[in-house]
């Protein structure tokens, strides 16, 4: 069955540093999502990618987010300068196309910054 | 601010019963409804989703919407220990982006 993929599964960095997280969406999904959720608080809608650029951004997701679908398998969320309240897992999704209202989700990412 | 609300919990039945889990939002724009399972340090895991008034069933599950009184809820029949996690509601309006508005979700702890 089909299935998004993550990586890494969990990544430490410290303050101030660049992180990649990266997700391979199913393959025949169109839409694209990155999630985050702190440890013991909501799921948190971050951004939304269709065709190619990004058709929603939350107000979590600042200048020093970014998402990029490099090829035609990737899709990738940077953070440029790391704080330590962007510790969090960071799930990717993905959707079919049209009316199919399903995501499905990634394992996740847990970012610890230190 | 758009709120999905759920009792946090947690919510305790014996193996054999039926769990009950619900979920109030705010936003009258919203169109489907999602319950997601998730066990600890794991990703959610759709459950089923639901966007017309009434119940839908899928094997033990059984989603609930109310579009008037802003509710939805779930039902798991015959609770195994094996359902013992966090169960999330999520929601979203109509549209392309069709991003989720989450609740914090409720502990469900299934006892042999």
């Known amino acids: 069955e089909p299935e998004v993929t993550q990586t890494p599964s969990h990544q430490v960095t410290q303050m101030g540093q660049e992180v990649i997280l990266r997700c391979v969406p199913i393959?025949?999904?169109?839409?694209f999502y990155w999630y985050r959720q702190i440890l013991g608080q909501k799921v948190e809608f971050l951004v939304s990618f269709y065709n190619n650029e990004i058709s929603e951004k939350s107000e979590i997701f600042d200048d020093q987010f970014s998402v990029e679908r490099p090829d035609g398998s990737n899709f990738t969320l940077k953070i440029r300068s790391t704080k330590l309240e962007d510790s969090a897992m960071y799930f990717c999704a993905s959707r079919e196309q049209g009316a199919s209202y399903e995501q499905y989700f990634g394992p996740g990412t847990r970012l610890t910054v230190t | 601010q758009k709120e999905v609300e759920q009792n946090s919990g947690p919510l305790s039945v014996p193996e054999g019963a039926i769990a009950s889990l619900n979920c109030t939002y705010s936003d009258r724009g919203s169109q489907s409804f999602f319950w997601y399972r998730q066990y600890s340090g794991k990703s959610p895991e759709l459950i089923m989703f639901?966007?017309s008034n009434g119940d839908k069933e899928d094997g033990r599950f059984t989603a609930q919407l109310n579009k008037a009184s802003q509710y939805v809820s779930l039902l798991i029949r015959d609770s195994q220990p094996s359902d013992s996690a966090t169960y999330l509601c999520a929601v979203n309006r109509a549209g392309n982006n069709r991003k989720l508005i989450w609740g914090l979700g409720t502990s469900l702890a299934v006892n042999p």
């Open positions: 639901i966007y």
């Open positions: 393959s025949n999904h169109l839409y």
